[in-house]
Nanobody, 124 residues
């Protein structure tokens, strides 16, 4: 069964760091585009970071320079390293994988496989 399972969400103080992980089952994280999205209460889901098959990355302006997306092909995992976090980073974070698209995207259109989410709460 194709599955993405996120972990690593936590409560953290502003300025701190956190690393989110996404473990993939029956899905190759290096074959297609894979990304991180987030959704805060009362807000629409937004793209945070995306990585293409060849390794090119794209970030939302709000996280550029603070977050880093990466993957471990051997472990078949995806990561999001979050640094200098801010209260506005508070959200449920989702891992999403494409089945055809291999570039980068911060829209959810190319992604058809979604994890259940992990909660990140940043306090000031």
């Amino acid at each position: 069964q194709v599955q993405l399972v996120e972990s690593g969400g936590d409560s953290v103080q502003a300025g701190g760091s956190l690393r989110l992980s996404c473990v993939a089952s029956e899905y190759d994280v290096s074959r297609y585009s894979i990304a991180w999205f987030r959704q805060a209460p009362g807000k629409e889901r937004e793209g945070v970071a995306s990585i293409a098959r060849e390794g090119r990355t794209t970030y939302a302006d709000s996280v550029e320079g603070r977050f880093t997306i990466s993957r471990d092909s051997a472990q078949n995992n995806l990561y999001l390293q979050m640094s200098d976090v801010k209260p506005e980073d508070t959200a449920t974070y989702y891992c999403a994988g494409a089945r055809v698209f291999s570039g980068t995207s911060l829209t959810d259109l190319p992604y058809t496989i979604w994890g259940q989410g992990t909660q990140v709460t940043v306090s000031s």
